[in-house]
């Protein structure tokens, strides 16, 4: 057999014995011999999984990103200056977050393998004519197959039998409601709708059937998906782009400020060219965020850490800031905002409606009865529809490991649960009312007929389907008086009630029945002696509910100027129901775009459209796509939910793809940045606060290190600016202490803050802003950095002070300059001490977060003092750091050093919320 040149769509217009000859197979199947030469022809019937990337190179993309190389290239310099100790340090720092990092994101994928479980694991299939039980990986085309109601569906197939066959596309369409399948062609209404074909990746919910497998793994519809998602190449995040960017202008500050210390310290200073250039490339090492890197690593992990807590899966440590930055979502609907069970809402009743609740019913919105409470004596037309409700019906309760599960369509599923709402058991109604034979459901008459005995002998006929091809075969009503003619009046009432009720997004199910004596009963039941002269219950209309937590997660985007579009295969009055019914848009009259309508779109129009409320309906995977790369070509960051094949494409080209990790198939899993362990759109939420928090967290950290940079530059350039008059009063050796010991551990603690009060009420960022923006800029050099710069000079001051200055010349040498250059650099530590508790809030109170709240800023407090007492008072960091002893007197300046600093702070951001509530209130 050679391969197929006819897709399934094609051979579903062809009759059984032309698809089984194209095939070359019967209804006996292969035989093994031919199923394996086909096995070694088309391979095996699995996904191909997207080239991975080696974990060589995994390893080893995190030592040269761009901060990265600044750092290798930074200890290059610390070696050259005569500092080989300060280089390896620096060095190490660069290692360890490397593998960190590394780490982190092989944990988070070797969870997300963990989840990919998609296709069923076996399938029975007919060999030589023997039902034998198969791996689905060695299903081939041209094997004959059989199913029934829950197995997965593991190749692209044509049905060569069905009884009573509905199938779960949901996976592939994002349509909620089944499919009915036969084996007549009919082509149906849009993409996989063909009557006689059955897809790779979905579920049979209902019915048996038998079917030959057309098209097997990557040439089946799933596997063309896949082959859509693998080809689309991921850009880099725009944290990564973000980062590159800052590390080029942190470079070129630290090498402009080594060129002005060594054009200064030649010209003013006269040191020798070789002195100040090791002078100059100290300051540039000085200058370099050696903690940058570490500090981004852990804020992000932590942020995944946080999340995985909330049952969202990180695969990528850069996704959890990316998630913070999105201004919009484009969420699937099935499955991801409702909860893909559908539920009946409504009974309506020739004289009455019943509005069906979590665990009972309402009477006309008035008297409301809760399970078994339930007085069904009362209601006896009420009662007959939940009995016909659960006869007529295939669903049925398999015991799992995870409890009892319902094991049909959802549609039969929600009226079994209707009747077990009203105390009904349908176990006891089918011992007490036993079935006789079943007129199966096609799409023809659009009816599923049960014959079943009554405890008297005479036998009920049970009737469940479309309204409008059930009331031609009603002759009569059941009204609160009993059984009467059914009139035109009757019919009109009920054909309204279903257009209410599906202008708003239901779905409905007309009941009937017939009682037939036993002695007018036919020897055989037949559609036509049945289904005739029936009697008008009412109707159950049914929906698939909003996730009850959807309601509080869609009002935070919107309070967080995050938009939310729906993008979903079901139909537009079902998807603008929803869409209205959860607030992502202000009412049902919305624009809705059909895939039809897309696809004759241009982009300008497109672009044109999303300026309005919008939601898409019945669209194809290739145009989930397209509407991801239109926001993006906007300007928008987009986060792309979903859980089918269907949206892998978009998870794949979104700047961030969030699946769910309980419905989701596979290729979904495998597209995504995120997926959410329970399924739950709330989660995302939660993510979208903890990606702010790690963007913020790391501008704190950015104000952090750059101010510690002023308090450190202003005593070298009162060295400079005086010509060496005045000593100068840090040394290089000092100074590096600072960034690579005493500042470290505290700015590690930054990264761990969580969420300032009031950020899910602030807009996304724009893209234009920057890390190291005006503000950060602004803290940094002219407030906190200059306000170290003044502590640290007058440290080293009032040492001279003490033994004479100014009567006496500034000491620059001796053990005088050394306690003098160990006092400025204890007082750029105590600084820091107030300084990193004022960053952890932007201009809130650091009260309203608690003042010790974050105990790794704590550890990290005690960590340098620790630290630059150690250097004062150890012998042998004396010698290497050129540090020594100091007395009480400079103990005490220390120790009031943090206080009115953290004050100072505490009253600018005072006067900033003042400012500003002033001016919300004008």
């Not at 899966?313 to 499955?335: M, Q």
Request: aromatic residues 6%; hydrophobic residues 45%; negative net charge.
């Amino acid at each position: 057999m050679g391969k197929l040149t006819r897709t399934p769509q094609e051979l579903a217009k062809e009759d059984q014995t032309a698809v089984l000859g194209e095939l070359q197979t019967s209804l006996k199947g292969l035989s093994s011999d031919e199923a394996q030469a086909r096995l070694n022809k088309f391979g095996p019937n699995k996904i191909q999984k997207g080239q991975k990337q080696s974990q060589l190179k995994a390893f080893l993309k995190n030592f040269t990103s761009l901060m990265a190389i600044l750092l290798w290239v930074g200890g290059i310099i610390a070696i050259a200056a005569g500092m080989p100790e300060l280089g390896i340090a620096i060095w190490c720092v660069n290692l360890i977050n490397g593998v960190f990092s590394y780490w982190q994101e092989f944990a988070a994928q070797k969870a997300t393998d963990s989840l990919m479980k998609m296709l069923p694991t076996y399938v029975h299939v007919r060999r030589g004519g023997k039902l034998e039980q198969i791996e689905t990986v060695d299903l081939v085309p041209g094997d004959v197959f059989e199913l029934q109601a829950g197995d997965a569906i593991s190749a692209d197939s044509y049905l060569l039998d069905a009884t009573s066959m509905q199938v779960d596309q949901s996976a592939l369409t994002g349509e909620s409601v089944p499919e009915s399948k036969s084996v007549a062609y009919d082509p149906g209404e849009g993409q996989f709708a063909e009557s006689n074909i059955i897809y790779a990746g979905t579920t049979v919910g209902a019915g048996t059937g038998l079917a030959v497998a057309v098209s097997t793994g990557m040439d089946s519809e799933f596997g063309r998906i896949a082959k859509l998602t693998q080809n689309q190449e991921k850009t880099n995040s725009p944290l990564t782009i973000e980062l590159n960017r800052l590390t080029q202008q942190l470079s070129i500050i630290a090498i402009g400020m080594g060129i002005l210390f060594f054009v200064l310290a030649v010209t003013i200073v006269h040191y020798p060219m070789a002195k100040a250039f090791i002078f100059a490339l100290g300051m540039i090492v000085a200058f370099i965020p050696e903690g940058l890197l570490p500090t981004v690593t852990l804020s992000l992990a932590q942020g995944v850490q946080r999340m995985a807590k909330k049952h969202a899966l990180v695969k990528e440590l850069n996704s959890v800031e990316t998630l913070g930055e999105t201004t919009v979502i484009c969420s699937d609907k099935t499955g991801t905002l409702t909860q893909n069970a559908m539920t009946v809402n409504h009974i309506w009743l020739p004289h009455r409606e019943f509005g069906v609740t979590g665990n009972g019913f309402v009477n006309n919105g008035h008297v409301k009865f809760r399970g078994d409470n339930v007085d069904l004596s009362r209601q006896p037309e009420l009662k007959l529809l939940l009995q016909i409700s659960a006869l007529d019906n295939d669903t049925r309760v398999q015991q799992g490991d995870d409890g009892p599960k319902l094991l049909g369509t959802p549609t039969e599923a929600a009226m079994i649960i209707m009747a077990e709402k009203a105390g009904l058991s349908p176990d006891e109604l089918g011992k007490e009312f036993p079935r006789v034979t079943e007129l199966t459901f096609d799409s023809d008459r659009k009816r599923m007929t049960t014959i079943n005995k009554l405890p008297n002998g005479d036998f009920r006929i049970c009737v469940k389907g479309s309204l409008g091809d059930m009331l031609g075969q009603c002759t009569s009503v059941l009204d609160r008086d009993g059984k009467r003619d059914i009139t035109d009046n009757d019919k009109t009432r009920a054909a309204r009630a279903e257009h209410d009720y599906a202008q708003t997004g239901l779905r409905t199910l007309a009941v009937a029945y017939r009682d037939v004596p036993a002695a007018e009963a036919p020897d055989e039941w037949t559609i036509e002696n049945s289904e005739t002269n029936l009697t008008l219950i009412g109707q159950a209309a049914m929906a698939d509910p909003a996730r009850p937590e959807i309601f509080d997660a869609v009002k935070k985007c919107h309070e967080a100027s995050i938009r939310i579009i729906m993008v979903t295969g079901d139909s537009p009055v079902v998807a603008a129901n929803v869409a209205a019914q959860i607030g992502i848009v202000s009412s049902s009259k919305a624009r809705v775009i059909t895939g039809d309508e897309l696809s004759k779109m241009s982009e300008d129009e497109l672009k044109a459209a999303f300026k309005d409320e919008l939601i898409f309906a019945r669209v194809a995977p290739e145009q989930k796509y397209k509407i991801v790369s239109t926001l993006q070509d906007m300007g928008e960051i987009v986060a792309s939910t979903g859980d089918g094949v269907n949206d892998a494409p978009a998870l794949k080209k979104a700047d961030i793809g969030v699946a769910m990790g309980v419905t989701g198939t596979d290729v979904a899993k495998d597209a995504a940045d995120m997926i959410l362990t329970d399924d739950n759109f709330a989660s995302i939420v939660a993510a979208i606060e903890e990606g702010r928090t790690v963007y913020n967290n790391i501008q704190k950290f950015l104000t952090y290190i750059l101010n510690s940079n002023v308090g450190e530059a202003v005593p070298s350039i009162l060295f400079l600016l005086s010509r060496g008059l005045i000593p100068l009063p840090l040394t290089v050796m000092q100074i590096l202490t600072i960034d690579l010991g005493t500042d470290m551990l505290p700015a590690l603690g930054l990264g761990a803050e969580r969420a300032e009060p009031g950020i899910m009420q602030l807009p996304p960022r724009a893209r234009s802003a920057h890390l190291m923006t005006r503000s950060v800029m602004w803290r940094a050099f002219a407030w906190y950095g200059m306000i170290g710069g003044v502590v640290s000079t007058a440290g080293y001051f009032f040492v001279n002070h003490m033994y004479g200055w100014p009567t006496q010349a500034l000491a620059s040498s001796g053990a005088v300059y050394v306690e003098a250059t160990t006092m400025t650099l204890a007082c750029v530590v105590f600084c820091q001490i107030a300084n990193v508790m004022n960053c952890r809030t932007q201009n809130a109170s650091v009260f309203s977060v608690g003042l010790f709240k974050n105990w790794k800023i704590n550890s990290g407090i005690i960590f340098e003092v620790f630290i630059v007492t150690a250097l004062m008072y150890a012998p042998l960091l004396q010698s290497v750091f050129e540090t020594g002893p100091l007395g009480w007197q400079e103990w005490l300046f220390l120790i009031c050093i943090p206080i009115p600093v953290f004050l100072i702070e505490e009253l600018r951001k005072f006067a900033v919320r003042r400012h500003r509530h002033g001016a919300a209130a004008v």
